[in-house]
């Protein structure tokens, strides 16, 4: 109902004057109008913002724990923070006394290791306390990372060597030196078997470099040259790893250690921090006095560009990305709406409301793909399907899918085994999330899985 046609009725109900029930017939018309001008969506209505954690003072660096429940932030003006970025709360207030160049959640998501100028400082994420201090260390350390196994944590800076230690003992266990040029990216591979550095100068026109390392002899396996230093990243997958190169971002097989295509831009940029997506899918980019950028890997293209940002990362999960900008504001924004769906393939199902089970035809056995099976890396992935754990059901898919295969290949577990076996991760969530396969989500059941 039109706004001057309530008001109407409203005065010619106070002309009349008559009661209903014992009350105004005026009042009775407001609180009508009221009621049906609250159900009725306004069409000057703002659309809904994305969430805001409001900070003390800027922040440098900032990364998601692997649960992806805890936003670990790092002020300019010293202290961490830990935030449960979900509710807005912070959970607790690291009493470091200078802010950290890095931040890195060991795999269980119970320390942080913060670098800070000559030492790397590990905590309790849970009380707060500090745990170990590695002092001593080169001057400027920038980038910090745990192995997805926790048993080794590698940093590097300003002198150009890259240091991997116990992060229990601290004890030093390699100390690799190849690069030319300051150390600004380094992270590890999923499967912990390969570390990438990457260093450079941009500014003074020295080219870049990322040196793939062989994490546990500390053998040198390849150099990939690129335009500039910045930020180094493994997909999820672990099949690809992407790098800034001075026009864009460059992308390499993991398999053959070539480049397999470039994200260009239209002119020279510096992107100093990239995040990849979960699904790895999308690569988000910023840098100092450029916007920040938002690229389809698959299309090469830029699906939205974001205000300039000091440090981002994505959530471990979903495409939920975190940017830090410069008016002391972590911005929250969710972009699962720039992910166009996969293609629906033979072997893939789609949800109902009462799935039928179906067998699907096994694929031919290839050579050097069938392997004895290993028991505990087939009890590890129960466990993790049992606990919906995506970065473990990776890891073992990526590492032994023969053992999955050859342990989900019994009855009923055909179209799970399947999934399993070509390493969709996504597919045996899915079978699993509508009781395709409820014997798979039995605790008390090891066989079937």
């Not at 119970?110 to 905590?123: D, E, G, K, V």
């Not at 100390?175 to 100068?201: M, R, T, W, Y």
């Amino acid at each position: 109902m039109k706004n001057w046609l309530r008001l109407a009725l409203a005065i010619t109900a106070l002309l009349a004057g008559p009661l209903i029930d014992g009350r105004p017939a005026l009042l009775i018309g407001l609180r009508a109008a009221k009621a049906e001008l609250q159900a009725t969506p306004s069409q000057t209505t703002k659309p809904h913002k994305d969430r805001v954690l409001k900070l003390e003072s800027e922040a440098s660096a900032l990364t998601f724990s692997p649960g992806g429940d805890v936003l670990a932030v790092s002020l300019n003006f010293g202290g961490i923070e830990l935030w449960d970025w979900q509710t807005g709360k912070k959970r607790v207030k690291l009493s470091a006394n200078a802010a950290a160049r890095a931040l890195a959640f060991s795999p269980d998501g119970r320390l942080l290791a913060t670098a800070h100028s000559q030492r790397i400082m590990i905590w309790n994420t849970t009380t707060g306390k500090l745990v170990k201090q590695l002092q001593g260390l080169p001057r400027k350390i920038e980038v910090v990372a745990f192995s997805p196994d926790a048993k080794r944590l590698a940093f590097a800076g300003s002198d150009l060597a890259v240091r991997i230690c116990d992060p229990s003992t601290g004890r030093e266990m390699h100390v690799l030196k190849d690069h030319q040029n300051e150390i600004s990216g380094l992270c590890f591979s999923p499967d912990g078997k390969f570390l990438a550095s990457s260093s450079g100068d941009f500014l003074k026109k020295k080219p870049g470099e990322v040196i793939v390392w062989e994490v546990v002899t500390g053998k040198l396996i390849t150099s990939l040259q690129t335009r500039q230093s910045g930020d180094v990243a493994f997909t999820p997958d672990g099949t690809l790893l992407v790098a800034p190169d001075g026009e864009g971002l460059s992308i390499w097989s993991t398999q053959t250690w070539k480049k397999q295509k470039q994200l260009k831009t239209f002119f020279e940029v510096e992107y100093e921090r990239i995040s990849i997506s979960a699904d790895g899918r999308l690569v988000a980019a910023c840098g100092l006095a450029i916007e920040s950028e938002i690229w389809d890997i698959a299309t090469g293209k830029v699906l939205k560009e974001l205000p300039q940002m000091r440090d981002l990362a994505f959530a471990p999960t979903g495409h939920l990305l975190a940017g830090a900008d410069r008016d002391a504001k972590i911005k929250l924004v969710d972009l699962g709406g720039l992910v166009p769906p996969r293609p629906v393939t033979e072997h893939a199902a789609r949800p109902a409301a009462n799935p039928v089970r179906k067998q699907v035809e096994k694929p031919a056995r290839k050579p050097g793909l069938i392997a004895p099976p290993v028991a505990a890396d087939a009890t590890r992935m129960q466990q993790a399907i049992i606990n919906n754990n995506v970065g473990t059901i990776t890891r073992v898919l990526e590492g032994h899918p023969t053992a999955v295969r050859w342990k989900l290949g019994k009855k009923n577990g055909s179209g799970l085994h399947m999934a399993a076996y070509r390493g969709n991760v996504a597919m045996v969530r899915l079978l699993l999330k509508y009781d395709a396969y409820p014997n798979a989500r039995n605790q008390e059941n090891s066989v079937p899985l």
